[in-house]
Each structure stands twice: as structure tokens, then as C-alpha cells.
């Protein structure tokens, strides 16, 4: 005589198969959720870092070369052009090309216009007339004043992750109001105000939140004075 299982039984096994197909298609398909989701954060993630690493070496190479201009060449702060092809704001391109940065037979930066949708489309700006606090000297004078790089227009996100190096924490931005942020260097030193707060007193490179123009702003110093 054949032994044969009870009905009940295989109804049992079977049921238990069903659920557990069930709980893996549910599984399957949170995992393709949370990955796709993932992705995108991290596509975001790795954009934001992608801007912040030009947004810092851009200016650092100018500042690397304005080194060797003025060991090379003996040249003054004074003496330092920002004339390149783009604009005439810093002179006429090409008119003294031994103190231009952006010249090959001075500084040898080629210059860079802002990447699409790094920033609002403003070009960088070079600026005499700002001083950073606890940056060189500070005496609220135009012998005080740095060199600076300033970007406006830099989106939130961008900010964050370029503060992130300095602070470790995506903090949102100080919000400063100082005068002469969009004052063009063109070969005199001025005054127009001090960024000072305590988020950025002493760093020579940070991004703000400008209350004059209603923008984050980066800056980086490129002399200090």
C-alpha cells in the first residue's frame, strides 16, 4: 500500500511557496526603488562636488601664477593684469602681456568662463577693494585690501559642498552685507568694505550669501595684503 501525503499538507507547502515568491518580488522590487533613488542623490552629490573642485582650482592656479609673476618678473600687486578675450572690464587684452595672468607670455592661466549652470552666467569677477577679516593686515583701508576672485550667482547646493571642505558639515551659508563685491580690478588698490562673521573670519577661500545682491557668492583670496 502507497503511502500518500494528506491534502491538507501539500495545500500547506504550497501556500507557503506563494508567499514566499510574494515577499521576493516585494523585496525585488524596494531594492530597485531604493537604488534608483540612491543613484539619484548620488548623481546630484557627485555633480555638486565635480563645480566645487573647478570653482577652487580655477582661481588657485591663478594664484599660483601671480606668484610666479611676481618672482619672476619683479612685478608689483599694482602691476598685475586681469585683462583676457572675454571682456575689456580689466583692459584691452594683449596691451602689456608680461603682466597679464591670463596672457601666455605672463601668467599662462588660459581663462575660464563659469561651466553651464555652475553658476547664473555671471563671469568671475577680480577685485581690489574688499578686505577679508583676520586675512593680512585688516585696518578698514585700501592698504589692507586682498586680491580676490569672486563668483556670484553659485547655486545653493554648490556652496555647501564648497564650505564642506572647511566647516566638514553642509551648513547653509552666512548671509554678509558688504559694498564693492562687483568692483573691478584694473590696477588700484580701493576700499569698499570687510566681509567679517564668524563662519569665515581668516579663511582665504568661502562662499556666502550676498544680502546686496541677492546671490551666493564665492571668493577666493589670490594675495593677501
Known sequence: MKNRAPRSESGNVLFIILIAVAL???LSYAVSQSTRSGGNAGTTEE???INGAYLHQFPTSIRQAIVRMKLSKSLAAENISFA???TNDYGIFGTTPENE?????GGAVPYQSPPDQINDGTEWIFNGDIEI???G???????ATDLLAILPGVSLDICKYLNFGVSDTLQTPPSITVAGEENKFTGTFGYAGTISNVALDGKDAYCYYSNNLGKYVYYQVLQER
Open 137 to 143: 593686515t585688516t585696518d578698514g583701508t585700501s592698504n
Open 24 to 26: 521576493l518580488a516585494a
Open 84 to 86: 583676457h578675450p572675454s
Open 47 to 49: 555633480k555638486s562636488r
Open 133 to 135: 577679516n583676520s586675512i
Open 101 to 105: 595672468v591670463f596672457n601666455p607670455q
